[in-house]
Structure formats: C-alpha cells, structure tokens
C-alpha cells in the first residue's frame, strides 16, 4: 500500500554511493524491496524532502532492506542538487513497460520520446535529444549510435532494470558536457551490488500487448557463492508483430501531398505510379514493416569485502526491427512493408567493471570506479541486401573520491575518459568514420547544513575529433559549471535557484555527416567548422510538502550561443530531402510541474489524485521556431490503493503544435485515455504483482511532434495489456 511521508518524518543517508531516503519498514511494500543486504550502513545526514517525479509514492519504487528509496549519484546527500530528480521503478516500471527507454519514460514531466518507430525510441528531456541528452547504465554511457541518428535503437532492454532515473540540475555534470538536457541512468543488477540473505533470489517480468501481439520476458537471478562472491545472471526476450493504429497511416498533410502527386503523375499518362501513390494515402488500420525481435543475457561476479567490492559483468543484446518508409519514398512498384523494406540488426557486446574501495576515515570516505566497453554493429538491410554497417568499439573509464560527511562540506571529485572509434560500411554510408576522444575532471560540492545550502559544480573536458579519411582533426577545450542555492522551510518546502553555464563540443556525426541514410530517407550534411556549443541556464523550483500534498514544479530558460541543430533546407539530392546540421543562437523557456494529493483514508483504502504538465517553447534568436520542440501536455489521474488491490484511471492530453520551423508539419493535438488495475495475490510478503491495463481505451489517433517520422508513424491504437511481476 502507498503511504505519503511528511518531510520531517524523512533523512537521508548514503549507501554504497547512492541517495537514499529512509522511511520506515512497515510502510514500504515488500515486493519492493530487494531481498539483499547492503554491505554497510551510514549515519543519517539532515532532513531533506524527496524530489521524485512520479510523486512520492513508495508503491512505485524499489526499496533496500530498510525501505530506502535510492538515487545513485555518487557524494550527494541532498536530494534536492539533483534539481527534480526522478526515479521510476516497481509497480510503476510495470505499468508503463516497454521495449525501448523513451516509451517507458513519456509520462514524466518534461519528458518525451522520440518515437522514430514502434521498436526505435530515445527519451527526449525538456525538448532536448541527440547528444544533449546522456542515456547512461550505471553512470556509464551505453556507448551505441542512439545518438547518431533517431532511427537507432538504444541498447538497453528496460526489462531488466531495477530503477530508472531522470536526472537534471547541477550532478549531471559529473557524467558530461553532453547533458545539458539531463541524463538519463538505467540501474540493473548486471553487477551485484550487494549479498543476497537466500541461497538464490529470482525477480521477473512477464507481458502481453494487443496492440503489436507483443509477447515479452525478462529475468534475473543472484546467488551467494560463499567467501564474499556473488553470481548474477539475467536475459530477456521480446517478439512483436506489426503495430496497430486507428485511422490512416499517413497524415492529412502527407495525404492531401500524395495526392497531388498522383494527379500530376495521372495527367502524364503514369497511370501505375499514380495508383501505387494514392493506395500510399488510403493506406490505414496496421503500420506495416514494424515487427521486432529482441533478446539479451548479461552475467557478472562480485567480490565483497568489508565496505569494499570488486565486480565484472559481460553481457549481449540483440535485436532486428523494421523501419517503416514514408509512403512514396520507394522505388517504382515497391511496397511499404513488402519483402523488400529497410531494417535493422544491432549487436552489442558489452563488458562493465565496477569497484568500491573503502579509505578509512580521512578526508576521502572511498574511490569508486566505472569502466565500460562495447562492440557494438548496426546493420542497415534494404529488402536482404546488407546496406550500410555501423560500427562502433568503444570504452568509457570514470574514477570518483567520495568525501567523507565534514560538517558543511560534502561531494566528490573525479575524472573521466572517453573514446569512441566510429565507422559505417556501405554505399550509403553518410558519415566518414571518425574517432572521438575525450578526458574530463569534475567535481561536485555542497555546503551548509541549515535550511541554507549551496550546491557547485565544474568540469573541464579535452575533447579531440578527427576523422582520417577526410584528414581533419578538431581538437576542443571546455569548462563547465552550475551553481545552486536552496532553502528549505520549517514545513519541507525546499525552495531552490540553479545557475549553469555548458560547453559542448560538436560530435563526429554533426561535423562529417555527408551522404543518403536509407532509414531515415534523408540526406544529411554536416559542417566540419562547427564551433563549440554554449549555454547559460538559469533554474528556479519548489518541490516538497504542502499539506498533504506533494508538489514538484520548475520554471527554467536556457541561452545558447551557436546552437547545433538538424533542420530541412527544402532541397533534395539523390531524390531524399536535404537535411544539413547548422549553428545559430537559441533560447529555451520551460515549465513542468506535479502534484499529487491523498484526498481520502478510511479503513485501508486511500484515493489520490495526480496532475502532471510541460510546456516548452524554443526558437532562433531571430524568433523562428525549433524544429521537432513538444507541445504542452498534461496528465491527470485518479487513483485507489488498498492492501490487495490498487486501481488507476488517467487522461493524457497533447496540444496541437503549429509553431513549426521552415519546411517542417504541424501536429494535431490529442488525448488518451489509460485505465489499470494491479492484484497482489499473495498476502503478507506481497511478492506477486498481477497487471491488467488498457491503454489509449477510446483508440484517438495521434502524432507525437518530436518524431522525425510523424507524418507516417502515428501512435498506436487501443492496447489491452497484461503482465507479471515477481520476486522471490
């Protein structure tokens, strides 16, 4: 049962280099819980209010032994340096399950996905994507091309996460320049964190969707293996056909476009190509060439002495998925979907280590270190021909000093390494293999232990691009740093303002892209003389109690100077539109905010109401718009909760978007309309969940903006969902 805790009833206390905020054991839902045992525990620092996204419900979260509810950035106590840090995970997790990150994360405040396919969809944070966003396991990049194109799938499977977080403010800069977004951190067991108290302790996930016939699984198990080792293992499986969507596959833009052509083709006497044409815009009811297959299998060992460990995992994901073509797009009598369609194979090899070193009681409490490398190949297929190939070895190395808990002074410091060795094989390879390196030095501090507290930031990267084949090589500088301030009332309510100045520097795709991308139907150009990016950002937010509600609400606007961003130029070349990678001053202004209010409780059973909403508008200095920029969304839902049951009715609404940049299409809004109802059979120990859902009920079209693919990718239709949660 969800149970709402006032501030002065939380702490905080840091557990093998997390943020956890304590609540007490009765009210935390076991099914929760992970039957392990940290290997040590720490004294409570100061009181401090949970910043959580998905409200502060602590049925949606998974819980340590104690009922903590963990945050992973590594020297934090507060959990308000984060800057409206959220966390999904347990019976929120399931709910909102899918095959790709971005899907599982849409309904958070200021989130999107990027929705390029029903198998390819990249978490797009306050209207920032591509590398202004960091998708991270473990405070590791995935180390994939999600960043390269939208049509690249990234190379995690949800399925097997225990958590996942949505961090924001002045910590991203721990994990680089290229979260000015924010980053998003996918927690797993591939490397065991800590001794599980039974001889072997299994969690899975078990789900069905009607909408693609979707048939999912994923699974995990953790033994002792005596003397301070610990076994882990897990896989997944998914299979889905082709997505189902209400109403007509192209849009009315697209439609009323194909149609013309034909006209035109029909008065020159090409009766066949006209036809083909306009059976494009009748198309309707099934988005064709979207089935996806895909499954992984990682195992690690961890060795646990005292307040110290040593772990390594190796693990591999695989997956084939169709990309759906923009009807018209095709050669002469091909058929979107027919046999002769684009798809994609992607295989990554991925090896992690991780280790905790104990230093005693000095002014350093540990050292933590992170290494990740990846061989990674994506391969593009026209019909069965191979063609083109990315490939991509790469490795990603961080060390961090954790302080001890001084006083007024906390935080950590460190550095990273990043190398990344990029090719792509094939006639339409469009972009010149390139090699990036890149070394960074951070640190993270915060001060004060009254309502007061400063938080800071900095980070300085050497970052060096070059690709051989064309023989250029830029070689960039950068300092980065954010500055915080907060106060927190006698009442929990944390009023804070975060300054952020950040420096990017271009990536090799946005600086040597030059060729057709079959699976995006696109040429894409890119500028070798890029300069570095810049922005200043300023944060204001107010997160906390109010009553018995819970309130999260941010107000922020970023400055950039020579803005890098992918837009139409309205030309063509080898018969695909033209889009170029150009540089110019923008500004961002956002909103987001949630609250979530317990409105009644009597004998077990308790009602609560959610509100959730964005609203983002970008543009050129000049006042053209951004392309691709979210609409204003909200959610609001209504929810039951009782010792077995729970039950929960939302409404998603989406605006329509008409501030659209040269040569991009307006969207139409939308609502939809989500219903589910969770049974936990077992009593007691609770650790069964049962799921039925149904999602988008009334089956309402709709586009998100954010998709490159909107005008032929529609969301899907009505989803009649069923799943299982266990751990035992």
């Given amino acids: ?31 929760d819980k992970p039957q392990d045992k940290p290997q040590a525990e720490e004294p409570a620092a100061s009181p401090a209010t949970s910043a959580d996204g998905i409200s502060d419900d602590l049925h949606d979260r998974r819980l340590d032994f104690q009922g903590n509810i963990v945050v992973s950035a590594t020297g934090l106590k507060q959990l308000d340096v984060l800057a409206g840090t959220s966390v999904i995970e347990g019976a929120a997790l399931q709910r909102n399950l899918s095959g790709q990150i971005g899907e599982v994360l849409a309904k958070l405040p200021g989130v999107t996905a990027t929705g390029f396919s029903p198998a390819v969809s990249r978490p797009v944070l306050r209207g920032f994507s591509g590398e202004r966003v960091r998708v991270l396991i473990d405070g590791i990049g995935t180390i994939d091309a999600s960043n390269t194109s939208d049509d690249h799938a990234v190379a995690i499977d949800p399925i097997t996460a225990e958590r996942i977080e949505v961090l924001r403010g002045p910590a991203v800069l721990l994990y680089g320049s290229q979260a000015i977004g924010g980053a998003v951190n996918v927690i797993d067991k591939r490397i065991p964190r800590r001794i599980p108290d039974e001889p072997v302790h299994v969690d899975g996930l078990a789900g069905f969707d009607s ?19 610990v076994f882990h293992a897990d896989g997944s499986w998914r299979d889905s056909g082709d997505l189902e969507v209400p109403g007509f596959i192209a849009s009315e833009s697209l439609r009323t476009e194909l149609l013309a052509e034909a006209a035109v083709l029909e008065a020159d006497g090409q009766d066949v190509q006209a036809g083909q044409l306009r059976d494009f815009a009748a198309q309707r009811g099934v988005l064709r060439n979207t089935a996806a297959q895909s499954w992984s299998a990682n195992a690690g060992l961890a060795f646990f002495a005292g307040d110290s460990s040593l772990g390594a995992s190796v693990g591999w994901y695989d997956t084939d998925y169709g990309v759906p073509e923009r009807p018209g797009a095709g050669e002469a009598g ?20 991780r280790g905790e070193l104990d230093l005693g009681g000095g002014f ?40 001890n808990d001084e006083g007024a002074l906390r935080g950590s410091i460190g550095a990273q390494y990043f190398f990344r060795d990029f090719e792509a094989i094939g006639d339409e390879a469009f972009v010149a293999p390139n090699r990036t390196t890149q070394i960074g030095l951070f640190a993270l501090q915060e001060f004060g232990t009254g309502p007061v507290e400063i938080e800071a930031a900095g980070r300085f990267e050497q970052t060096s691009v070059n690709s051989s084949p064309l023989g250029i090589e830029r070689d960039f500088d950068s300092f980065s740093g954010a500055l915080g301030l907060s ?13 952020t100045r950040v420096v990017r520097a271009p990536s090799g795709e946005e600086l040597f892209a030059n060729g057709p991308h079959i699976a995006t139907q696109a040429f894409e150009v890119g500028d070798p003389g890029l300069a570095q990016e810049k922005a200043w950002g300023i944060e204001g937010s107010v997160r906390g109690n ?38 110019d001053d923008a500004r961002y202004f956002g909103l987001e905010g949630e609250v979530s209010l317990p409105f009644y409780r009597s004998g077990g059973l308790t009602l609560l109401a959610d509100l959730r909403g964005d609203y983002i508008r970008a543009n050129l200095a000049d006042g053209t718009p951004l392309p691709r920029i979210p609409p204003l969304s909200l959610l609001g839902a209504l929810e039951a909760q009782s010792e ?40 007691g120990r609770k650790n069964v969940t049962l ?11 709709g586009r998100r903006h954010v998709s490159f693919t909107k005008d032929f990718v529609p969301l899907g239709g009505r989803n009649v969902k069923a799943s299982a949660r266990f751990s035992f």
């Fill in 1 to 31: 049962m969800r149970r709402f805790l006032t501030c002065s009833a939380m702490s905080i206390v840091l557990v093998s280099g997390g943020l956890v905020t304590p609540v007490s054991a009765q009210e935390a839902d076991p099914q």
């Fill in 211 to 229: 909408v693609n016939d979707q048939y999912q699984f994923g699974a995990s198990a953790d033994a002792p293996l005596g003397g301070g080792f």
């Fill in 334 to 353: 091909a058929e979107p979907g027919a046999e002769d369609g684009v798809s994609i194979g992607l295989e990554q090899f991925r090896a992690d280590l």
């Fill in 364 to 403: 350093f409490e540990r050292l933590v270190t992170r290494v990740g490398y990846t061989d990674y190949t994506h391969t593009e297929f026209e019909g069965a021909e191979i063609g083109t190939v990315f490939k991509i070895d790469g490795i990603e190395a961080r060390a961090e000093l954790v302080q």
């Fill in 487 to 499: 106060y927190e009332t006698e009442a929990g309510l944390r009023f804070g303002v975060n300054g």
């Fill in 546 to 583: 109010v009553g018995p509600a819970q309130v999260s609400f941010a107000i922020y606007r970023n400055w950039f100077d020579a803005y890098i961003f992918l837009t139409a130029t309205g030309e063509e070349e080898d018969g695909l539109p033209v889009f170029a990678y150009r540089q």
């Fill in 644 to 683: 077995a049951l729970d039950g929960r009715i939302e409404l998603q609404w989406f605006d329509g978007q008409d501030r659209t940049a040269p040569f991009e299409t307006a969207t139409g809004g939308f609502a939809l309309v989500n219903a589910s109802v969770s049974w936990k059979p077992l009593r």
């Fill in 691 to 701: 799921l039925l859902q149904v999602d988008n009920a009334f089956d309402a079209a």
